[in-house]
């Protein structure tokens, strides 16, 4: 089952889970106190004051890192090791941040001792947390029982959904193949019944019916889902169930109609102001932090490859409506990188990246002079990679829905960046393209939020850097 917060669809487990943990780290706090003044409440509000603002801030800021870093995520696989590192990265990180607010906003100072504790106490309670709810919730009992009206082509996308991260919401109780369609899915997963689908669904305690079938023209089945309907069992288009359990648009069942009549794909001027608006303070900040990195890998660059060789790398790439753009980049490859002037996509251990090229691109300082383009208002901060001229004529002659991703400015980070690695070929493109549709039809400020900070992950332990 997942609930809709910040334009994603959540897993009812994580949002459960994170809500523990938030309510952990607020109690965490009160009992640091406590024990950094030997249990004396009284000696706590005399000499601290109040302590539930300082105990939401601590719990904001631990649960806004956990986030950042992946822990949140129902596609993180990283094992035991990956987590704890991940753990006590974010948990510094939040106390970090508790501490920049208190130095700004002195009234809420609580002191080193009880915040030591309070990080202590917030890694801990994030590994027992995660341990008694794995063992003690029934993961089982938070997700949707889904019946599919359809077992023919269109319902083979769902039988490839073997992941455990996109099956997290639902469990697929069986296909239920309509009159005259030949069923494709696996035999034993077809369900035979001479009773109505409302009886069927009543038998199997079935909450949702998925509608897959190939060819609605024929025998559509309105009487029976309507039944289903007002008997509280929801019925969903099959591309609409796909995008809301995988985050993304499926372009292989994608048809117009979906995008014209469907929710989302909203761009009001409202929207277009606070995008705007975030691009500039976000621009603006990380310019000021970022400066200081940004002329140490213009000095490296020049040591590496000569005082004459350029710093910056400057490429066509796509924008908006399809207009062009100069994109920004500290240069990371050779100066011959590409001497024959064929458009080349980067490949992994490209021999072409220099030294200091490998270590920019791993950490992604190789992307801070985008900012510029931000500033310029050719890209945002977030939206779909932008691509080289040659490359998009090519793939939207071969993609259908290609050229829609334009609609949007691109970005430095985005949705498709979060959820897919480097792509280095067609099928990576079609792959990220569904990610990028998702995120046109929900963007809005809070999914870019939301996107901003999970982008720390992608930054700090070096995903799908080439």
């Not at 952990?24 to 024990?35: E, G, N, P, R, S």
């Not at 691109?361 to 945002?380: C, S």
């Amino acid at each position: 089952m997942r609930i809709r917060l910040f334009g994603q669809h959540v897993h009812l487990s994580i949002a459960a889970l994170a809500l523990i943990e938030f309510c952990l780290f607020v109690v965490t706090l009160f009992v640091a106190a406590l024990i950094r003044f030997a249990l004396d409440l009284d000696e706590v509000e005399r000499s601290q004051g109040t302590l539930w603002p300082r105990a939401l801030l601590f719990a904001v800021m631990v649960s806004a890192s956990l986030l950042a870093f992946g822990l949140y995520s129902a596609r993180q696989r990283a094992r035991s090791a990956g987590i704890f590192v991940r753990v006590i990265a974010a948990t510094g990180t939040g106390v970090a941040l508790t501490t920049v607010v208190f130095f700004l906003v002195p009234n809420l100072w609580i002191g080193r001792g009880v915040l030591a504790l309070a990080a202590i106490g917030a890694a801990l309670a994030v590994a027992l947390a995660r341990i008694v709810f794995a063992r003690a919730v029934d993961e089982a009992v938070l997700k949707r029982r889904v019946l599919v009206y359809g077992a023919g082509r269109n319902a083979i996308p769902l039988v490839q959904l073997r992941r455990r991260s996109d099956q997290r919401g639902f469990l697929l109780v069986g296909f239920l193949s309509p009159d005259g369609e030949p069923p494709e899915v696996p035999a034993d997963r077809v369900i035979t019944s001479d009773s109505t689908l409302l009886d069927l669904c009543r038998r199997l305690d079935v909450d949702e019916v998925v509608v897959a079938m190939d060819d609605r023209r024929r025998a559509f089945p309105i009487r029976e889902l309507l039944a289903c309907r007002l008997a509280g069992i929801d019925v969903t288009e099959l591309l609409t169930f796909l995008e809301r359990e995988t985050g993304r648009v499926r372009i292989d069942v994608l048809n117009p109609s979906w995008m014209i009549f469907g929710e989302g794909f909203r761009r009001g001027s409202v929207r277009l102001f606070t995008s705007r608006v975030l691009d500039l303070v976000a621009s603006s900040l990380i310019i000021v932090l970022s400066s200081p990195l940004m002329i140490a890998t213009a000095i490296a660059i020049k040591f590496e490859d000569g005082w004459r060789a350029p710093v910056m790398y400057r490429q066509e790439r796509v924008g908006l409506a399809g207009r062009t753009f100069q994109l920004l980049k500290f240069r990371s490859m050779r100066t011959d990188a590409e001497a024959s002037g064929q458009a080349r996509w980067a490949q992994k251990d490209d021999p072409r990246v220099t030294r200091v090229g490998s270590v920019i691109r791993k950490m992604r300082i190789d992307e801070l002079p985008q900012i510029l383009n931000v500033l310029r208002g050719h890209m945002g901060f977030v939206g779909p990679r932008p691509e080289r001229p040659q490359f998009v004529a090519e793939l939207s002659e071969r993609i259908p829905y290609y050229v829609e991703r334009h609609c949007v400015k691109p970005g430095i980070t985005g949705w498709a960046q979060l959820c897919y690695p480097y792509g280095s070929s067609e099928k990576d493109a079609v792959e990220k393209l569904q990610y990028d549709l998702y995120y046109i039809k929900n963007n809005g400020l809070l999914f870019d939020l939301a996107i901003l900070a999970q982008t720390a992950e992608v930054v700090f332990m070096g995903k799908g850097a080439r």
